[in-house]
């Protein structure tokens, strides 16, 4: 009980989270003067995750740090790097729990196969199941075929 | 006195729960009537502890008693009434009670309009109920007690988080928990059925609308939550694969599975094992739902009274009924005999096709969903998983289901026709792609998503059309007509649910094919125009609200020289909680919305402001309410009304259509 009672008092605090006071997502100073380079801007930011949120992307969060993200990818572009590049560099400075979308190699294979074998799988139980039920009622015995005439008949 | 009473009646709840999980289900197996019969007073007993424990809590919120320390962190004198109320389950406490109060409602329930079941499938029902009732109120009372007095009262609480001081939010949790919750009333039924070794037609329609009501509110929480998203977080998303979102999401595509595979058991008594293996796992992912959500093991934008300590109470839960459920499955489930037999094209394939994508692409989210934590744990890689990975995973799913489903509809059950299936739809196939691509065509650049969309949307909406009218059988117009308002309230609640899925997916394709976007430093008085609307910031105010100041921006939105609409987005701060909020001022439209979020003051003068076109926003949460309101209409059937009253004894089966 007395475990229980420290817990209480350790969680009692509510928790929730200290964002600083909200800019909005993409300010427009951060905005790009170059439309395409700003929205491939846009559009990488949009599967970059923000470091210090909770779940959001850095097009989303109006964190400080999702703003550094945003300007030095933007910096990035500006420079003349392919998206891939780019994305890379906030790899390489923030590791790969930036990228919202998952790595296609090594262990991440699993993730991403996961989707069509979970699906032929099913498919699979589902098509055993259907063949099971499918198959053709049995023929009438002789003692059915001569009743059935009876019946018939009458 | 009266948080007392409510802490007494708790734990004498807590107690009576426990004897309802023994002594029915002894009573079911020796055959004991009034052991069995014990059942019935005990979960209306549970019941009015519970309420009257939900009811002490209410009390002390609203009357602001600070003694109390959940009302301490969670509440505020200056805070509106409504808030006050929904504090209640705003937070870990108050809201694990309200779980307990809906879960011994649905107990009540059974015990009050169950008296036409088999004596031992009731006993056995409620005490599966009582167990589960008896798990969570031991962990309400042990970790998570919301009658606990402070020492020292202080003057004033220090506020709920102001996100959740929203009407939208007020609502919001009870409807998703009589959603999760009422999947219970699913799960109890089979593994009392699994205990009793039979399931038959008289069971499926018990299960149907226990489901079907579940199914519906938390389709309604869904939406209320999305809807909330939308226009509290400030940049107008209404879905973002969040863990919480998918908490929420998973246990729904269960309940939907569910919700056909009974109709399969309930006409034709076939899928027997997959429909009580269906109704075990929704049940088990709301478990794992309420984990996620009150465990904050998964970082998620909607955390709000989260602790991991306590989450793994839930996890021993969690972990408790799945094993004993699945445990019984597979020891009983093959005495589950299916009596009808059916061809590969049929109703009864249909459904099994349409369990597989909906059971199959809720496992895929569940997987996406636990991966960052199993990547982190066993193979070292601190990795995220989030929308680019779902949408590309559980898109296909939905168009798939999309494709299928209204020719799934009109097929008989038993043995059908593909052939004679397509010719009744090959009009709404020619319609639906007739309309997408002069959509294609019509707007200039833009992506594929959304004409494939309008496809869709057609191609689903339409579809459901058709079934309702394929149903009215052959014969001159006007007597389809006549006939087609004389239907069973099932086929417009099956066609207006249907047709909803239709309206979802094209709002979801067309709001995020066809969106744009606008980014500006605003000057008092100055004009712009975006997407022939011109928008005027004409003022900034500081504005003070009951407990909170608010920065008030006033935009005068006019198109061709006519005035639109006054929308005034806000920055709020809430000194109590030290939070700031944003409030986007959105004019809501049937084709489009206008949806503004004020921004910062800038150094040069001017004000950042976001300006959004939404086309068809609405349509969404309209396609969602359809859904439900489709569950309502069925519900309302007479066929409930009347096997759920009288008579359900096994032997009158509902004849096949």
Same mark, same amino acid.
């Given at each position: 009980m007395r475990v229980f009672l420290l817990l209480l008092m350790l969680f009692a605090a509510p928790v929730v989270s200290l964002a600083p006071m909200p800019a909005?997502?993409?300010?427009?100073?951060?905005?790009?003067?170059d439309p395409a380079l700003e929205a491939r801007a846009r559009a990488l930011s949009t599967g970059l995750r923000c470091v210090v949120c909770r779940n959001e992307s850095i097009d989303e969060s109006n964190a400080d740090l999702a703003r550094d993200m945003r300007i030095i990818l933007r910096e990035r572009l500006v420079a003349g790097d392919t998206d891939a590049q780019a994305v890379q560099f906030l790899v390489d400075r923030y590791g790969e729990y930036v990228l919202l979308n998952p790595q296609r190699d090594g262990v991440n294979l699993i993730l991403w196969v996961a989707a069509p074998v979970l699906l032929l799988l099913g498919l699979g139980v589902a098509a055993m199941a259907v063949r099971r039920r499918a198959r053709p009622e049995e023929p009438l015995s002789d003692a059915e075929k001569a009743r059935l005439k009876e019946i018939l008949r009458e | 006195?009266?948080?007392?009473?409510?802490?007494? !009646?708790?734990?004498?709840?807590?107690?009576?729960?426990?004897?309802?999980?023994?002594?029915?289900?002894?009573?079911?197996?020796?055959?004991?009537?009034?052991?069995?019969?014990?059942?019935?007073?005990?979960?209306?007993?549970?019941?009015?502890?519970?309420?009257l424990s939900f009811a002490a809590l209410?009390?002390?919120?609203?009357?602001?008693?600070?003694?109390?320390?959940?009302?301490?962190?969670?509440?505020?004198? !200056?805070?509106?009434?409504?808030?006050?109320?929904?504090?209640?389950?705003?937070?870990?406490?108050?809201?694990?009670?309200?779980?307990?109060?809906?879960?011994?409602?649905?107990?009540?329930?059974?015990?009050?309009?169950?008296?036409?079941?088999?004596?031992?499938?009731?006993?056995?029902?409620?005490?599966?109920q009582g167990s589960i009732g008896a798990a969570f109120m031991a962990f309400t009372i042990f970790t998570s007690n919301p009658f606990t007095r402070m020492t020292f009262p202080p003057f004033d609480g220090s506020d709920l988080n102001p996100l959740l001081q929203d009407p939208g939010l007020a609502f919001h949790p009870p409807f998703l928990y009589l959603g999760y919750v009422g999947l219970s009333?699913?799960?109890?039924?089979?593994?009392?059925?699994?205990?009793?070794?039979?399931?038959?037609?008289?069971?499926?329609?018990?299960?149907?609308?226990?489901?079907?009501?579940?199914w519906v509110f938390l389709t309604i929480g869904i939406a209320l939550g999305s809807w909330w998203a939308y226009y509290e977080l400030g940049w107008g998303g209404f879905w973002f694969w969040d863990p919480v979102e998918n908490a929420s999401f998973m246990p729904w595509l269960f309940a939907t599975a569910l919700l056909h595979s009974a109709i399969v058991v309930e006409k034709r008594e076939t899928l027997k094992a997959w429909t009580i293996l269906l109704a075990i796992l929704g049940f088990g992912f709301s478990l794992l739902g309420t984990f996620i959500v009150r465990s904050g093991l998964l970082t998620s934008v909607h955390a709000f009274a989260s602790d991991p300590e306590r989450g793994v109470w839930i996890l021993i839960i969690f972990a408790f009924f799945m094993g004993v459920a699945l445990t019984l499955f597979a020891w009983r489930s093959s005495a589950m005999e299916s009596k009808g037999v059916f061809a590969t094209v049929s109703r009864e394939s249909a459904v099994?096709?349409?369990?597989?994508?909906?059971?199959?692409?809720s496992f895929v989210i569940f997987v996406g969903t636990m991966w960052p934590l199993v990547a982190e744990m066993f193979f070292d890689r601190v990795l995220s998983v989030g929308p680019p990975f779902f949408n590309a995973a559980?898109?296909?799913?939905?168009?798939?289901?999309?494709?299928v489903l209204p020719v799934g509809a009109v097929l008989p059950w038993k043995r059908g026709n593909v052939l004679k299936a397509a010719r009744s739809m090959w009009g709404v196939a020619v319609l639906a792609v007739v309309m997408g691509a002069l959509v294609w065509v019509m707007q200039t650049g833009g992506s594929i998503m959304a004409p494939i969309g309008v496809v869709l949307g057609v191609w689903v909406v339409v579809g459901a059309l058709n079934d309702l009218w394929q149903r009215t059988g052959r014969g001159v117009f006007t007597g389809r007509i006549r006939r087609i308002t004389r239907l069973p309230r099932a086929d417009w609640g099956k066609a207006t649910s249907h047709a909803g899925l239709g309206v979802t997916i094209f709002a979801i394709a067309a709001m995020l094919g066809w969106e744009t976007e606008d980014i500006r430093v605003a000057h008092i008085g100055q004009s712009f125009v975006h997407e022939g609307y011109t928008l005027t910031l004409t003022?900034?105010?500081?504005?003070?609200?009951?407990?909170?100041?608010?920065?008030m921006g006033f935009v005068d939105v006019t198109r061709d020289g006519r005035m639109v609409a006054e929308l005034t987005p806000e920055k709020r701060v809430y000194p109590a909680a030290g939070m700031p909020t944003t409030e986007a001022a959105i004019d809501y439209g049937f084709f489009r919305d206008v949806y503004l979020a004020l921004g910062d003051p800038q150094e040069g003068g001017g004000w950042a402001l976001r300006t959004y076109i939404k086309p068809f926003a609405n349509w969404l949460w309209a396609g969602c309410i359809l859904m439900a309101l489709g569950g309502l209409i069925s519900l309302s059937d007479r066929r409930f009304r009347v096997a759920a009253g009288a008579r359900s004894t096994p032997g009158i089966a509902t004849p096949a259509e």
């Open positions: 909005l997502a993409v300010q427009p100073d951060e905005v790009l003067d | 006195m009266i948080v007392e009473l409510g802490h007494y !009646a708790l734990i004498l709840a807590f107690a009576l729960s426990l004897i309802q999980s023994v002594v029915p289900l002894v009573g079911a197996h020796k055959g004991w009537g009034d052991w069995m019969a014990v059942a019935n007073p005990l979960a209306s007993a549970q019941f009015a502890l519970i309420a209410t009390w002390a919120f609203v009357t602001s008693d600070f003694s109390v320390a959940l009302v301490v962190d969670n509440s505020h004198t !200056a805070k509106p009434m409504i808030y006050k109320i929904s504090g209640v389950w705003g937070n870990h406490e108050g809201s694990l009670l309200l779980w307990v109060l809906i879960l011994v409602l649905f107990g009540a329930c059974a015990a009050w309009f169950g008296g036409n079941l088999p004596a031992t499938l009731q006993a056995r029902v409620l005490a599966v009333m699913a799960f109890s039924f089979a593994v009392a059925a699994l205990i009793e070794g039979r399931v038959d037609a008289a069971w499926g329609r018990w299960v149907r609308p226990w489901t079907l009501a579940a099994l096709l349409n369990n597989v994508l909906l059971a199959v692409s559980f898109t296909p799913f939905m168009v798939a289901l999309a494709i003022d900034v105010r500081r504005v003070e609200g009951p407990n909170y100041i608010s920065t």
